[in-house]
């Protein structure tokens, strides 16, 4: 056998490469604690394991947990910032971990810089992502993070205007509607409420289309 | 396990479905992300000759990328 400590080393180093960006944040999800239990799209989930997470992240978590939080987080910022970058010109992202704060239970890292737009593009790199940045948010926010309200936004405004020009394709709203719900958990809860809203009101769902989508009401689970 | 390796040029899979199985321990683990590195350089060569190719108008096989075999092994590790 290989080192099989050092297999998220490895996928972490990966990320940085596009050619294996995508496959090694899939693995990277595979290694993430307690992931097939709650988060992934599709499945019933109870939003209030989702708030006794992010109590649960105290500093007396385990290491392994930690550092795979830890991953994912790093992924999630990656993938987010892909967002800013037009889509015919990828960005190679790197990422640098400035520090761990477990005192307050909040994990404070991750810094991105550098770009390269020389790399080869990818334009469908966005839509290509869209199912695994759902279940990279969903596991993480299962996992305790609280989402950057602005980055969030920014993800999911680059779906919301994948979706807009196809809002009778029930295959292409699914994941418009799956990321809707995540909405009420980023860092400022009234910005991304106010932006389902929004959502709702300009593209006119029917009532059937929003049957699986649960929100958070007055501070208890759905 | 280097010999084994040395002998696969050109199959990613294969040689990292090898290292998988054969490898020993935590050295074995750097010949992997030797490999993987390879395949990257390889796979950003296919892909920029395609390109020249598209450009060109000329026929080009399409780059074949051995991505998921490589973190597949990986992850066996």
Not at chain 1, 112 to 138: C, F, H, K, M, Q
Request: net charge positive; aromatic share 6%; with cysteine.
């Amino acid at each position: 056998m290989l080192d099989p400590d050092a297999a998220d080393t490895v996928l972490l180093e990966l990320l940085n490469e596009p050619e294996y960006e995508s496959v090694a944040a899939t693995a990277l999800l595979k290694l993430a604690p307690d992931r097939d239990d709650r988060a992934g799209i599709w499945k019933e989930k109870k939003l209030r394991e989702l708030w006794e997470a992010r109590v649960r992240l105290r500093p007396g978590v385990s290491t392994n947990h930690a550092g795979l939080v830890i991953l994912l987080y790093l992924q999630a910022e990656s993938l987010l910032s892909l967002t800013n970058a037009p889509l015919r010109k990828s960005r190679t992202v790197r990422v640098s971990i400035e520090g761990i704060d477990k005192g307050a239970g909040r994990i404070r890292c991750a810094r991105l810089y550098g770009s390269d737009p020389a790399r080869p593009s990818n334009p469908e790199r966005v839509t290509s992502w869209w199912w695994s940045s759902l279940e990279i948010l969903e596991t993480l926010l299962f996992n305790g993070i609280v989402l950057p309200s602005a980055e969030t936004l920014k993800w999911f405004n680059a779906i919301l205007e994948k979706v807009r020009p196809h809002r009778y394709d029930s295959q292409q709203v699914a994941p418009l509607l799956q990321a809707l719900c995540l909405l009420p958990f980023i860092d400022a809860p009234p910005v991304g409420i106010a932006k389902i809203g929004e959502v709702i009101a300009q593209l006119k769902f029917f009532a059937h289309q929003l049957r699986g989508v649960r929100f958070p009401r007055s501070g208890t689970a759905v | 396990m280097r010999r084994i390796a040395r002998y696969l040029p050109g199959q990613a899979d294969w040689e990292s479905g090898v290292c998988a199985r054969e490898g020993r321990g935590p050295e074995d683990l750097g010949i992997l992300q030797a490999l993987i590195h390879a395949d990257i350089l390889r796979a950003r060569e296919e892909r920029e000759a395609a390109a020249r190719a598209r450009a060109a108008r000329q026929r080009h096989a399409n780059p074949e990328s051995c991505s998921s075999w490589n973190v597949r092994a990986v992850l066996n590790a």
